[in-house]
């Protein structure tokens, strides 16, 4: 058996225990409705060891799914394009898969600062990758970042992580055949994100601007709010067709009903929070009025519970309403 096909049977067989397991450390966060850094701390060990698992979503183009946000590789004459990269202590195992998909230079489009999107950054520049990402994430890579969601600090990574080309609002790259579509979303998970349209392919990977099927994290400490996540979702509903296969950040495949769906989700959930923070409710109280109780059934069985979720709601309101206020 070829290499790559021997990846391929074993991801085969490791993805009803891997999605069980993610399953399994969100219920236990669930159950337990600890608070959000406790929760945060008690998944991830779980998270860093996801087997990699590779999967074909058109010639030349692979979904890679494991230990981070998901990524995309599109393989080809003029080399291999990345979007997202794990987090860095698996990015030796990752540039092994990526090497199977293809060679030639490597170019990695970093959809978000987070470190289970960028985490592989380093590794890859020094494998001869260049990195591309939005300006701000170029920015917040630069220096520590403390976000106070999950009061975790994380010192900058090295030099060679940092972007060598940024963007502000828009690119393309033509590379392998393919139109690859980057836009900017501002202010909406971070300050940073990027999207991705693969136009011919019709594939639309869109960072943690979109979890499939579950609440997702909004960092208010890096310029994200729900305001910006709705007119994310805007945005990426604006590009979508009924037969555009979605790759949320976490999460799998989707199409646009998903996303319709959570867009829903998302302007409820403001609505609900908007006014507590406008009458001047504190976030525990915020969050003892269970402002998401009818969404919960669908939305909350992720990673993020509705504690957390209020949470990063209100922090982005708070943030804004100070704003228009002062
Ligand atoms: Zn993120």
Do not use: C
Not at 50 to 78: E, F, K, M, R
Not at 239 to 267: N, V
């Amino acid at each position: 058996m070829k290499r790559r096909d021997a990846l391929k049977t074993m991801a085969g067989l490791a993805a009803t225990s891997v999605l069980g397991g993610v399953a399994r450390a969100a219920q236990q966060a669930q159950d337990e409705d600890i608070p959000l850094p406790a929760a945060y701390r008690k998944i991830y060990p779980r998270f860093e060891k996801l087997p990699i698992q590779v999967s074909s979503l058109a010639p030349g183009l692979s979904l890679i799914t494991g230990p981070g946000g998901n990524i995309t590789g599109l393989a080809g004459h003029d080399g291999l394009l990345m979007v997202d990269a794990f987090l860095p202590s698996r990015s030796a195992d990752l540039i092994r898969v990526v090497r199977n998909l293809g060679a030639g230079p490597i170019t990695v489009i970093t959809t978000h600062w987070h470190f289970d999107h960028s985490g592989g950054n380093a590794a890859l520049a020094e494998a001869g990758a260049k990195i591309v990402a939005h300006e701000n994430t170029r920015t917040r890579l630069s220096s520590e970042q403390y976000v106070v969601d999950l009061q975790m600090r994380f010192p900058p990574p090295p030099a060679a992580a940092l972007p060598v080309v940024t963007l502000r609002d828009s690119a393309t790259f033509y590379l392998n055949g393919e139109e690859i579509h980057v836009v900017h979303a501002p202010s909406a998970h971070t300050d940073g994100d990027l999207f991705i349209h693969y136009r011919k392919a019709n594939v639309l990977q869109t960072g943690d601007v979109f979890f499939t099927w579950a609440y997702p994290n909004i960092d208010s400490s890096s310029g994200g709010w729900i305001g910006g996540m709705i007119a994310a979702s805007d945005a990426l509903l604006g590009i979508a067709d009924a037969r555009t296969r979605i790759i949320p950040g976490h999460g799998a495949l989707a199409t646009r009903d998903d996303l319709q769906a959570f867009r829903s989700m998302l302007a409820e959930a403001r609505d609900r929070i908007e006014p507590l923070v406008h009458a001047g409710k504190t976030l525990e109280e915020a969050i003892a009025a269970r402002p998401l109780a009818n969404l919960n059934p669908r939305w909350g069985k992720g990673s993020f519970n509705r504690s957390h979720f209020t949470q990063f709601v209100y922090s982005g309101l708070a943030k804004h309403h100070n704003k228009e206020s002062s």
